[in-house]
DNA sequence: ACATGTTCGTGAGCACTGCTCTTGCTTTGG
DNA sequence: CCAAAGCAAGAGCAGTGCTCACGAACATGT
């Protein structure tokens, strides 16, 4: 049916994905406020009305991007806890971090498109759904490793969080302890107020040496989310500073 | 010389409020990127052309608009700090944390305004920097209380941030320790991702008690900070669930 | 091989935007 | 009282998102 037959076919997606690059570059020129129809198909050398043909609006156009976006950070994510497959899981907590960090540093545009204001009574359809659940799922992913290798401390939640905890790692990742998910998640917003702060330069004038400032937070960070360094048998790591098993009050 | 001197000042003054109150409005409902000043001066009964009179071009109103925000929420900050002036130092950040949150989800697009994304090719003018401080000093005052009264955990500090926390504190707060400092400012942006992943609607489908969730994450927040409870003689709030000396490593 | 239905690019056009400039009017200060 | 300055209005320019009717290119069932 839709698949690449004829020469038109292959031409739409050709057409497709030109539009999308050469929106990026207005995305990063511009801002997405004001991202041009007009503007990218004049950049194209078609009529203005032909864009309608593969993006039936300025939000859908938009849509692709934050699809695009949600994708490209998420591999990213992926690539690096695989590039430190064999670390430990404080090392390869840091490691993922730090290249949501980079990459929102690479690509602050299409970041902000995706953590920073949302466009105005535009809502995302469910299809944004998944691929913004990438990255995260990274970070549970390393969260489970660490759970079933005693490299993970079971906080201590109070009662009145505990039902919205258990609901929560019911629809997030049903084989964690409620305590590990409901940590995790608030983490995981801090941990993008951290990045947010830097790239939308809240840090101007107050920060001056952020790698090494984005590092600290994001250990402190990893120290928050329960990960300790293994009880028995250190990981890959240098596992000098011990951890404390550390269950927290309130 | 401008004083409030002639009919002619006031209607000036007059004019400039009505402008920004219907910006505000218009802004409630489409966002800041539709924010038309056609718009604004038909709902005011006025030419299009008379809105240049007294705001230059959209950006001023704008940069008008956030310098407002940024009082209004650290009015809100100091409001709620002051409300909890006899509780403690944890019950005070709370206080401030949870009105802080209130405020960015009482006026979510002008929490956009001035924590979202930033407007492309805009620079907030250096008039804006006193009134974004006002809310990180409420909370710095908090630490600065909790420091002089025992009711502050020195967080151990790697080498390596040495140098950038006393950068960070001689330009912030002269008179606390460095690592305090450090931590404060990782830990007030955190504050912001949990607010802004709430505003933004990253939470949807994800945390539904956002309350309870957020009241959690803020009082493991001020133990990140390093509050504790006083260990000489309690302050107002209850002190049962007394917490540790807690120098946490790396 | 032909006719059919679908897709595509075009250019005109509508309603809207930010912003400029000239033209007159009103208020102000000397 | 009168010149100077502040002000509102309207026309106008260039740009925007989006629609529509029109031919041309393509795909496909008979």
């Not at 009305?49 to 699809?67: E, G, H, K, M, V």
């Not at 109070?158 to 990742?173: G, H, I, N, Q, Y």
Request: hydrophobic share 45%; net charge neutral.
């Amino acid at each position: 049916m839709s698949s690449t037959h004829g020469a038109r076919a292959r031409a739409r997606i050709e057409v497709t994905a030109a539009i999308k690059e050469e929106a990026r570059r207005q995305l990063a020129n511009e801002g997405a406020a004001k991202l041009s129809l007009r503007a990218v198909a004049r950049e194209l050398g078609m009529a203005s009305s032909a864009i309608y043909r593969y993006f039936p609006n300025r939000d859908d156009l938009l849509t692709a991007l934050i699809i695009d976006a949600y994708d490209s950070i998420g591999e990213a994510a992926e690539a690096a806890r695989d590039a430190a497959a064999d670390a430990g899981p404080i090392e390869r907590w840091t490691t993922v971090c730090e290249r949501l960090r980079g990459w929102a540093l690479e690509h602050p545009h299409e970041y902000a498109l995706i953590y920073g204001t949302p466009v105005p009574g535009y809502t995302a359809p469910a299809t944004t759904v998944p691929p913004a659940a990438r990255g995260a799922m990274v970070a549970i992913g390393i969260l489970r490793d660490a759970h079933q290798g005693l490299g993970l401390a079971r906080p201590v939640l109070p009662d009145e969080l505990r039902p919205e905890a258990v609901r929560m790692a019911a629809t997030v990742a049903p084989d964690l302890p409620p305590e590990v998910v409901a940590t995790m998640l608030a983490t995981w917003a801090q941990l993008f107020g951290l990045i947010g702060f830097e790239v939308f330069g809240q840090f101007n004038r107050v920060v001056e040496d952020r790698d090494i400032f984005f590092r600290h937070a994001v250990r402190q960070l990893a120290h928050t989310v329960g990960l300790v360094y293994p009880q028995q048998g250190p990981a890959a790591g240098r596992a000098g500073s011990a951890g404390r098993p550390a269950a927290r009050p309130s």
